[in-house]
């Protein structure tokens, strides 16, 4: 069995950092290296391998902020459909590869002279990071992108970044968090690099980064057209619910020469006279969940949408599931058209008066995490800064990591372009 080397155990998502770092945004635990103007450069040693530089920005206005501070960062895919209306100064998207609501891999350039100071500054410490994501060059870097929202604390928004294909594969993490004044932030932004060392060397130049910084986050989360972005990104995604039913499985029409449970003369001017039980399609997992039983639903109407069961990083309750707005509105009146037949066939094959109802635009509800989920990383964290002893004859030596997968299973996106029907894959 190959051993794991701790640089291979890195954070994925924001409760990854905040799990690997329980300081990750206290003081305590970092070393200063500058403070100016509300800012504050500190560093310190990375659990995972090498070291973390962190910039923490107070009192950053952020004008016409949304009433849900936790929205304020925007979701990778809506950033990265809008960038015509909406670009970010110094970064070009080439193109980006849709995961989940919330969750994209995004292939850009980009050149800012924040990064270029930084580069400068830091030297080998932080070039090597800068000069992979925000390079002048005409090729591209993928950076996998997950927001989280009102994690760790109600108001937070994030996103975690992180490289998969790279032989030194880098991560950050960009949190924001309201301060008690009304559209003031505070900025965290942490990056991992590879040598634990610190470029105390240029010391009397990190109130020039600072400054900078705080223009960058300012213009950023400023930028023209930004507020009408966040607003698209509130509703660029409808959250579906099923209110709870006792007798079964809901239904779905049956197929032609499908074994039907009921039939109802309601449905024949639709042709939904036949009616058979949802099974869900997860062997595994046979208990009901909502995305799959509106995907196949909407499927037999002659709708195909796609149906998601997260959302920005979370797990919807099995009763709830998150569509594209556009693509619901899309089958909305058919859906409805055919639903109520639904619960009627419902109500004529299991007897009584109550059938499923549905819901939409409703608060997305999400499954707590495990308190086992939460040590899993750190536990392959620790097993992995275990020495390593092999005995050979007489000695004991130090085995020496191999460069393996951590266990966590890869996800595999797929590269879509954005229609108005839904995301279409390539």
């Known amino acids: 069995k190959k051993s794991v080397s701790a640089m291979e155990v890195r954070p994925e998502s924001v409760e990854d950092w905040c799990s690997l770092m329980p300081n990750l945004l206290e003081a305590d635990g970092w070393h200063l290296a500058c403070s100016v103007a509300n800012s504050q450069l500190m560093h310190g040693s990375c659990p995972w391998g ?8 107070r009192d950053i206005r952020v004008k016409n902020a949304p009433q849900n501070a936790g929205t304020l960062i925007i979701r990778p895919e809506v950033r990265s459909l809008q960038q015509r209306n909406c670009s970010i100064n110094g970064i070009n998207i080439k193109s980006w590869d849709f995961i989940a609501p919330g969750e994209a891999i995004v292939h ?37 992108q997950m927001v989280r929202r009102n994690f760790p604390t109600d108001g937070d928004s994030a996103c975690a970044f ?44 990190f109130a020039l980064v600072l400054r900078q910084a705080r223009r960058t986050a300012e213009s950023c989360l400023n930028r023209p057209g930004v507020v ?8 660029f995604y409808v959250v579906l619910s099923m209110q709870s039913f006792k007798r079964g499985m809901p239904l779905v029409p049956a ?10 003369d309601a449905g024949q001017p639709l042709g939904l006279r036949r009616w058979t039980r949802f099974e869900p399609d997860d062997l595994e997992n046979p208990k009901f969940q909502l995305s799959q039983y509106i995907g196949l639903f909407v499927e037999r109407l002659g709708f195909p949408i796609e149906t998601f069961d997260t959302l920005d990083g979370q797990t919807l309750v099995p009763y709830q599931c998150v569509v594209r707005r ?3 509105e899309a089958v909305r009146q058919r859906f409805n058209e055919a639903y109520p037949l639904q619960k009627t066939a419902y109500r004529h094959a299991n007897g009584g008066s109550g059938a499923p109802g549905m819901h939409e635009d409703v608060m997305a509800r999400f499954v707590p995490v495990a308190p086992k989920a939460w040590n899993m990383l750190e536990e392959q964290l620790a097993a992995a800064r275990e ?14 990591d191999e460069h393996a997968e951590v266990g966590r299973p890869a996800r595999r996106p797929k590269t879509l372009t954005l229609g108005r029907a839904g995301f279409r894959a390539h």
Not at 229 to 235: P, Q, T, V, W, Y
Not at 387 to 399: C, G, I, N, S
């Open 50 to 57: 090498g070291r973390l530089i962190k910039f923490q920005l």
């Open 108 to 144: 850009a350039s980009v050149s800012c002279s924040i990064v270029r100071l930084c580069s400068v500054l830091f030297g080998d410490l932080a070039a090597q990071v800068m000069t992979c994501f925000y390079d002048d060059r005409a090729t591209s870097v993928a950076w996998h």
């Open 162 to 205: 992180w490289m998969e294909d790279a032989e030194q594969p880098y991560e950050y993490l960009i949190l924001t968090r309201p301060q008690e004044e009304k559209e003031m932030f505070t900025v965290f932004v942490i990056a991992r690099v590879y040598e634990d060392r610190f470029a105390n060397w240029a010391s009397r130049h």
């Open 228 to 235: 009408e972005l966040r607003r698209a990104d509130e509703r």
């Open 255 to 264: 197929l032609p020469g499908e074994h039907c449970v009921t039939d109802i």
């Open 326 to 328: 556009d693509a619901w």
């Open 387 to 400: 020495p390593k002893l092999v005995v050979r004859k007489t000695f004991l030596e130090m085995q020496e």
